[in-house]
């Protein structure tokens, strides 16, 4: 689908909602740490900085994309994933008990 299609349909199907939408310079969201700032090449689908975070490459774009919205500064603490987010090999279900994976 091409771009500017794709985008048409959100804003009206989210302004139909009642909703507005804000167009976001998405350049570098998935190289910067979100809690140093300091960008970096991401191998995969993870996503490594120097000073130790470590999280999926896209929830990390999520995370720079809400940041830049909000005009907030770097990350503090935990951030709940992004909805959607389908790779996590290191989250725990917290509500899952132990003798039923979470599927």
């Known amino acids: 689908m091409v771009h500017g299609q794709a985008r048409h349909y959100i804003t009206y199907k989210a302004e139909r909602l ?8 998405e350049r570098y969201s998935s190289q ?5 700032n300091k960008r970096n090449k991401p191998k ?8 130790g975070f470590r999280f999926h490459r896209d929830g990390v774009g999520a995370i720079n994309l809400r ?8 990350v503090v603490g935990v951030m709940a994933s992004p909805i959607g987010l389908r790779f996590q090999p290191h989250a725990l279900c917290s509500s899952a008990s132990r003798s039923h994976p979470a599927v």
């Open 18 to 25: 009642g909703m507005r939408v804000v167009l976001q310079d």
């Open 44 to 51: 995969g689908r993870g996503y490594r900085c120097g000073c």
């Open 67 to 74: 940041r830049t919205y909000l005009g907030l500064g770097p």
């Open 32 to 36: 910067t740490c979100p809690a140093c």
